[in-house]
């Protein structure tokens, strides 16, 4: 019977509070500060009023005006449940929005496998909102346009449950941004820079105090949250195909103008490093290996407080070894031939 009572208050709370009404996925509403508390102590009260009810006193008239005051408290901690539930879920769609996981916190992105390491949680359960599939980006190829890319999350299509996202940005202007005169060495022999190191250890803030001028970068996280702008999306997101695009383009123009490069990988698997060294300097290039390292638990703390603006190599990487790779096996044939 206490059951039933107390499912009444919820449902009655949840009307009272407008928590029955569908709301917009743009619309998280953040709970009220006063509403739990509020709701302990009406929660309280309702107890207290029962158990006057029933245990101090048969007076009718007395005992229908406690039963009344029970209802009305036991709706107001209804709403407070309600705001508890609503702060939970609040809290859990912050999260998955920076691409954390909403149990823990744990930094998900690029994770493919949908469920958190650190918890165990899955990815899909947790998410707030459904992430933008890559879908048919139709709009990958619109002509020039200015500023940085833009994202427009359109309803699902006929037929399915799955969001598209059309990205519009300008090829031209996103490969142009890379390139700048210096990066052209004077003496006609290109230089490679490969900055490698374990997750967290400091090599983008490395690359970024050496070679920010007269290099040209090939990274697809530096593509990902220049296309991203202000947007928080897992990484590659909804921008696999424009970054995968203006990467192939980038690392195709350094390569053929002969300019010199930089670029961030692990490096836990030597042939696959080896191999990119060896690709490089088939084209000419001096190729020269940074190895950044710091000690192991700076690293974890690091990892453990990237902000949305960090994302690993360990999820680039193929990225932009199959960009410079392929670039160099292009180059490489056209020259046989």
């Known amino acids: 019977m206490w059951d039933v009572i107390g499912d009444i208050f919820i449902v009655a709370g949840e009307a009272l509070s407008g928590a029955g009404r569908p709301a917009k996925a743009s619309e998280a509403r953040k709970p009220s500060r006063l509403g739990l508390p509020i709701g302990i102590i009406c929660g309280l009260g309702a107890a207290g009023s029962v158990y006057a009810m029933f245990f101090q006193g048969n007076d009718l008239w007395q005992i229908a005006k406690l039963l009344l005051l029970a209802m009305i408290l036991g709706v107001c901690s209804a709403l407070g449940f309600h705001e508890f539930r609503a702060r939970r879920r609040f809290h859990a769609r912050e999260r998955a929005a920076a691409g954390l996981c909403a149990r823990c916190g744990y930094d998900l992105r690029g994770n493919t496998s949908g469920v958190c390491p650190e918890c165990g949680a899955r990815r899909a359960a947790a998410a707030a909102r459904p992430a933008p599939a890559i879908g048919a980006i139709g709009a990958a190829t619109v002509p020039e346009r200015a500023g940085p890319a833009t994202v427009h999350v359109l309803g699902p299509q006929p037929g399915t449950t799955t969001a598209v996202a059309a990205v519009r940005f300008s090829l031209k202007e996103e490969v142009d941004r890379l390139f700048d005169a210096p990066s052209i060495p004077a003496d006609g022999k290109p230089a490679a820079v490969i900055v490698m190191g374990g997750v967290a250890t400091g090599k983008t803030t490395f690359r970024k105090q050496r070679y920010s001028h007269g290099y040209v970068l090939i990274d697809a996280v530096d593509i990902f949250l220049h296309l991203s702008g202000e947007q928080v999306f897992p990484f590659p997101g909804p921008f696999r195909m424009p970054m995968d695009l203006i990467g192939r383009s980038v690392a195709h123009r350094a390569l053929a103008e002969r300019r010199n490069v930089v670029t961030e990988i692990i490096g836990a698997e030597g042939d696959s490093a080896r191999q990119l060294i060896d690709a490089m300097q088939s084209l000419g290039y001096a190729v020269r290996a940074e190895v950044v390292t710091c000690d192991v638990a700076e690293a974890l703390r ?20 199959e960009w410079i790779l392929t670039a160099c096996a292009e180059l490489a044939g056209a020259r046989e031939a």
Do not use: H, I, K, L
């Open 302 to 321: 690091r990892n453990a407080t990237r902000g949305a603006d960090s994302v690993s190599a360990y999820y680039a990487e193929p990225f932009q070894r």
